[in-house]
């Protein structure tokens, strides 16, 4: 099968991935921020569209693993709402990072490959959004199969509920 052809993008600050396939976004995603920050443009919509969540997740997952990415949030409505993610990039002249010990200095390579395994599903999301919220939970059930996870969200509801109607668990 051949290869399609090899997609021009303009590096303006905003990234369409309607057009690429599941497997290319994580190495896209990358270039373009990097791209992105050689041009001096340190804000960046990333519009993944709404569907189920999945590439939003897969977005925000590469995004919580990269050391040159300052914050990133859900885009106002009139910017995508949660179709989209903004990014703050921090400048290319900030490119070292105090190391693990704290008296030295890592490249953000090192940086990145010092931090927990990205292969995890449960490291890839950060410990508490931006609003604060504790993500332990969902971090947790992200280490399960999809039956566990169902099993538990359904344990979950029925002491929820029995706790509103005030009975013992």
């Known amino acids: ?6 997609i021009d993008l303009p590096i303006d600050g905003t990234l369409d991935l309607h057009a690429f396939r599941a497997r290319e976004v994580k190495d896209l995603v990358v270039d373009y921020l990097a791209a992105c920050r050689e041009r001096g443009i340190l804000q960046v919509r990333i519009i993944h569209g709404k569907g189920t969540g999945a590439l939003r997740g897969t977005v ?7 050391p040159e990415v300052t914050s990133y949030h859900t885009a106002e409505e009139g910017a995508g709402g949660w ?47 931006e609003d604060g919220v504790d993500l332990t939970l ?24 029995r706790l509103r109607r005030g009975e013992a668990s």
């Open 138 to 161: 969902i971090r947790w059930m992200l280490t399960m199969t999809p039956a566990e996870r169902l099993e538990t969200l359904q344990e979950i509801v029925w002491s929820i509920l």
């Open 60 to 66: 925000q997952s590469i995004l919580g693993r990269l």
């Open 83 to 129: 179709g989209a993610t903004i990014v703050t990039l921090r400048p290319v002249e900030e490119r070292r990072h105090e190391g693990p010990t704290g008296n030295g200095e890592m490249t953000e390579e090192e940086s990145l490959k010092s931090r927990r395994d990205p292969s995890d599903p449960a490291e890839s999301l950060p410990t508490h959004s």
């Open 1 to 6: 099968m051949d290869e399609p052809e090899p």
